[in-house]
């Protein structure tokens, strides 16, 4: 068995029907394809395009959330919390690289103090994966043990046989009952994927012997700390927590910008761009990975495509080798 | 849901002002409840917010001893804290906390305590003496070295004057060169060489140095000439901050989430960190 597009379609116009959300790969604008919420299911595009321009996190840590708002009379404050509850959410043609970063970041979440607006989300989001087909020269998942099948954050594999059907891979039971019937015993051979670009454990080593060095001052000085690699990377999670309108709201936030860690008094730990790229490649292959067991990459690739400079973590790791 | 970035709100009970731009309230739960059950440790942090405006971190400068309310101290330079200035006795604040680390102040029993200080780093050291002067048995001779710019920019100078009457308390005040007053009687000069000149025994001591980055800097070698050892020397570090445990990623020195894993380190754990605060 496998699922054809007209059935996925249909299945996404009856969630939608039903009152749930459909994040999915959409045409955009001509040549510009990106996971955006669907308002039908003939939106739904799942051929023609290597990977959304953004990432899937939004459906469990929005770039803009209230974390709870509040009424202010004069000397009395009244704090309003609303009963936090997410609309059911089906990813529909996730890519492995964006399905993988939910689990990466769980324990993050969750260290000591529980974050239940990310733990209540990733309960009610089912993600649906999209094996991929091909690689650009930007793409390095299998660098950091993922893979174009890999099933990681994934509840279904979806692989594309070429005639408008899909071969169904079932990963957890979340999404049996939505994709049971169609599910195959065997599924298709991947595609190899990119070739393996670096060894993890040789990037850790490095990071951990140049933490001074003049290699952050050669490499990334050009940095222009516009964000975009945070922007569009499925694992970066830094936040900010302002007020706006009667609201305490957390807003992303980016390692980039220079008043990430400025401090009141003028003094700012980080303080030119490379210090700052240093802290991003610091975090994503040696940090969290001491912190949580878990390299906080993908492989995606996004940050490099994205780059108005050509830097990204696949640029400044070329440097390394190349250093 | 249990939203761990929700607040108590706080009723602010006195406020008092010490400098031109520096000002410290106590607080108190306005939920009976929270205020029976809560508790803190020397050393500890809070995340304070002025509804409408923001949350700023600082550090929980009351000691722990102190029950029902909770007191904090802020130098007005930007949103949150030009509105928290603004604050009236009755108003309302919010607080998230008890966050970090927390002195040693156990291991600290039978030593010796120096406490070194600059501006406005005297409150996250206040707690500290307040908890070691009503525990008076517990700790050996007590020196205190604070210094400011100016006589003005002194914090909690009424407070020096208190625990100067304790016994085997040994307060030293000092300006920097050109920030004292025709009425100033206490040392010119800056923290470092200050309590160098005055030659504190450093025998079975701990001191507690926190203060501007240049005031650190200097200080070390002074404690360090006087012999002691770099796990017999504590600071607290105060990077940025916004969520406070954990999660927003900003204030880590290398691997070390200052919000978790701080904000309180021994010169020995810092000198294993990057410089990266």
Known sequence: ?323 | MDNVYRPYLMKVLEVRQHTPDVKSMRVAFQDEDVAARFSFRVGQFGIFSAFGYGESTFNICSSSNWRGYLEFCFRKTGRVTEALWDTEVGDTIGFRGPYGNWYPMEAWERKNLIFLGGGIAMPPIRCAIWYALENRQRYGDITIVYGARTVKDLVFADELDEWEKHERVRVIRCVDPGGETPEWKGEIGFVPHVFERANVPADNSVALVIGPPVMIKFTLPVLDRMGLRACDIYTSLENRMKCGIGKCGRCNAGDCYICKEGPVFSLEQLQKLPQDY
């Open chain 1, 1 to 323: 068995m496998s699922i054809s597009l007209q059935s996925l379609i249909t299945m996404v116009d009856s969630w939608l029907g039903e009152g749930k959300r459909v994040l999915g790969p959409k045409l955009v604008k001509p040549d510009f394809v990106q996971y955006a919420w669907l308002g039908a299911g003939s939106e739904l595009q799942l051929e023609g395009f290597l990977r959304p321009a953004n990432s899937i996190k939004e459906v469990v840590f929005p770039r803009h959330e209230t974390l709870y708002r509040y009424r202010v009379d004069g000397k009395t404050v009244q704090l309003l919390e609303e009963d936090f509850k997410p609309v059911e959410t089906l990813v529909l043609g996730a890519r492995p690289c964006d399905a993988a970063a939910l689990p990466i970041l769980d324990p993050l979440f969750n260290w000591d103090f529980r974050d239940e607006f990310w733990n209540l989300r990733r309960k009610a989001v089912t993600v649906v994966t999209l094996a991929c087909q091909s690689w650009d020269e930007q793409c390095f998942c299998t660098s950091v043990g993922l893979g174009p099948d890999a099933a990681r954050g994934s509840d279904v594999l979806l692989y594309p046989l070429g005639n408008g059907h899909f071969a169904v891979r079932l990963i957890t039971d979340k999404a049996a009952a939505l994709f049971g019937s169609y599910a195959d015993e065997d599924h298709p051979d991947p595609s190899p994927g990119p070739p393996v670009k670096f060894a993890p454990d040789a990037v850790k080593e490095f990071l951990q012997a140049n933490f001074e060095s003049s290699f952050w001052q050669e490499n990334t000085l050009r940095c222009l700390g516009c964000g975009a690699c945070a922007y569009y990377c499925p694992t970066c999670h830094c936040f900010d927590i302002i007020d706006e309108k009667s609201s305490r709201v957390r807003n992303w936030d980016a390692c980039q910008f220079a008043l990430f860690t400025l401090h009141a008094s003028g003094h700012n730990p980080r303080k030119t761009q490379p210090e700052r790229q240093r802290q991003r490649l610091q975090h994503k292959f040696r940090i969290y990975p001491e912190k949580f067991g878990e390299i906080l990459c993908t492989g995606c690739g996004n940050c490099t495509r994205n780059c108005p400079v050509g830097l990204g973590v696949l640029n400044v790791l070329k440097a390394v080798q190349h250093g």
